[in-house]
């Protein structure tokens, strides 16, 4: 499979751990996303990388939130302390390197995150 | 910034009727429009696009879409369903100029094809 890869697909955890998500983008892709998308409401975007370097970061990703791309390849996004109002679905998109018609964002199927 | 409306949270069709899914934005830059289908569980599939050019735009399993820019709407349309169409349906816009190309999408529509 040479799509877009997350780990885990499902992590329930205790409110105020740490947990961290791993994404694997598609091989030659060097832009990286990461959305959060919670129950009825469509992605919203949280973070931008290009290579390694993250380039954009939305109001959304609060000082509990950080993301890495170390290598310019996976990229993994870790919450500490984690709250209820985390428990949504994570998801990680790549594409290509910026052009006109290099639009298209490809997805992972998510991490869904449950904060008990 | 932009914004995305998404007129109808849900659809119910019956098989082998069309559909319209609804959708506006709003933005003050030039945008490439995009839909995205989500089964559940599941991450999101690109439907279609709208890049440039023809204002018609085909995608993949029978499903087009129509830019119309004094409306500022791009409509989601299918002539015939089959039940394997159910599933949450999302526009999207993305900044032609900005670098990150993030997209901003609507909260969706669920789209239900009764037998």
């Known amino acids: 499979d040479t799509g877009v890869s997350q780990d885990p697909r499902h992590k329930i955890t205790k409110r105020g751990q740490n947990v961290t998500f791993r994404c694997d983008p598609i091989?030659?892709?060097?832009?990286l996303y990461w959305y959060r998308q919670t129950l009825g409401q469509g992605p919203e975007f949280l973070t931008y990388f290009q290579n390694e370097a993250q380039l954009e970061k939305s109001r959304l990703l609060s000082d509990r939130f950080s993301a890495e791309r170390p290598k310019g390849s996976f990229s993994t996004l870790e919450i500490q302390r984690t709250e209820q109002g985390d428990s949504a679905m994570y998801l990680c998109a790549s594409s290509l390197p910026r052009t006109d018609m290099n639009t298209e964002a490809f997805f992972g199927q998510g991490t869904r995150l449950t904060v008990v | 910034a932009q914004s995305v409306t998404q007129l109808d949270s849900q659809v119910p069709v019956f098989e082998e009727a069309p559909v319209e899914l609804r959708c506006n934005y709003s933005s003050s830059v030039s945008v490439y429009l995009f839909w995205y289908v989500q089964y559940p569980n599941q991450g999101l599939q690109l439907l279609l696009k709208?890049?440039?050019?023809?204002?018609l735009v085909k995608g993949i399993n029978g499903f087009e879409a129509e830019f119309n820019k004094s409306q500022t709407s791009f409509h989601l349309r299918k002539p015939s369903v089959h039940i394997s169409d159910t599933a949450e349906y999302f526009c999207?816009?993305?900044?032609?100029?900005?670098?990150?190309?993030?997209?901003?999408f609507g909260s969706g529509t669920q789209l239900t094809v009764l037998p």
């Open positions: 091989s030659e892709h060097n832009r």
């Open positions: 709208y890049l440039s050019g023809s204002t």
């Open positions: 999207a816009v993305s900044d032609r100029k900005g670098s990150a190309r993030q997209l901003t």
